[in-house]
């Protein structure tokens, strides 16, 4: 039976790729709104991190040394983005797009198959198959978004979202704990609305704290692609709402969520 979170990752990846085939390379060297990180930048980290989970299922040799070599750059002065750069060949523009696209091609197609119950390694904790490829979709869906914004595109979800929902959620705890602060003993309600329309509800025991509106701004507030005061996120409860101040739903340092009003659709609002 097919990997289903695979499918979903490649199908977001086609429609990062479909907003970006016909652009110019200089468009590529624009700054998007997320720490001023080029489209270039955004393709980097997203090819290097693909590739990375690619060898954590096929070769786990290969992905420590991988991991290895990371951190002894970074140690060494180099930066991130530019290490990145030299993993993807130095390429940029649609030639980077190319390098970008092949590789997600590759790893959807690898885990496709795989035994989603099977541990990898990761950066942090080991993980399941089907959450390795399932944080490259939340990845890929994140990353885009400051593509989108930049290219004033409001981008069109579809229901494999879910998938971030679900990350969201599981992190709750991960978000408390991360910033050293005593985990909530219950995680608030949550009624958000599809792409399609449908309901999708969670923790309807809660009568406390509750989340409501639509599944995409639950997913921009979790990735910190959006302020929570930038959406339309009814909130209530003292939990839901400190939840919602910090959370969280990647791994690394705590992470504050962008100033309120500095994440938008170009065009639209303040831009």
């Known amino acids: 039976m097919s990997l289903e979170q695979s499918i979903d990752f490649k199908e977001e990846s086609i429609s990062l790729y479909d907003l970006l085939k016909d652009k110019d390379d200089d468009v590529f060297n624009f700054n998007t709104q997320f720490k001023s990180w080029t489209i ?4 980097y980290h997203l090819h290097v991190w693909n590739n990375a ?16 070599d990371f951190f002894k750059a970074v140690k060494n002065g180099k930066s991130p983005r530019a290490y990145e750069k030299e993993l993807s060949n130095n390429k940029s523009g649609q030639e980077l797009l190319t390098e970008w696209k092949n590789g997600y091609e590759k790893i959807s197609k690898e885990f496709l198959n795989a035994d989603p119950k099977k541990r990898v390694k990761w950066a942090g904790p080991d993980m399941s198959v089907r959450s390795s490829i ?26 494999r979202i879910k998938n971030i929902v679900i990350i969201g959620i ?16 219950e995680t608030p309600k949550l009624v958000l609305q599809a792409p399609s329309k449908e309901t999708w509800e969670w923790n309807l025991d809660n009568t406390q704290d509750s989340i409501t509106g639509t599944a995409t701004e639950f997913c921009q507030v979790v990735t910190q692609v959006r302020n929570i005061e930038d959406t339309g996120l009814i909130v209530k409860g ?8 910090i959370a969280q739903c990647f791994a690394g340092p705590p992470e504050d969520p962008p100033l309120k009003g500095s994440r938008h659709t170009k065009g639209e609002g303040n831009g």
């Open 40 to 43: 270039n930048d955004v393709l």
């Open 53 to 68: 989970a690619y060898l954590s299922l096929t070769d786990e040799e290969k992905f420590s040394n991988f991991m290895e």
């Open 134 to 159: 399932t944080a490259r979709h939340m990845e890929t869906w994140s990353h885009g978004q400051e593509i989108y914004d930049l290219l004033g595109e409001v981008r069109t979800d579809k229901d």
């Open 170 to 185: 599981n992190t709750f705890g991960w978000t408390f704990i991360n910033r050293s602060m005593k985990v909530p003993k």
């Open 238 to 245: 003292d939990v839901a709402s400190k939840w919602m101040s």
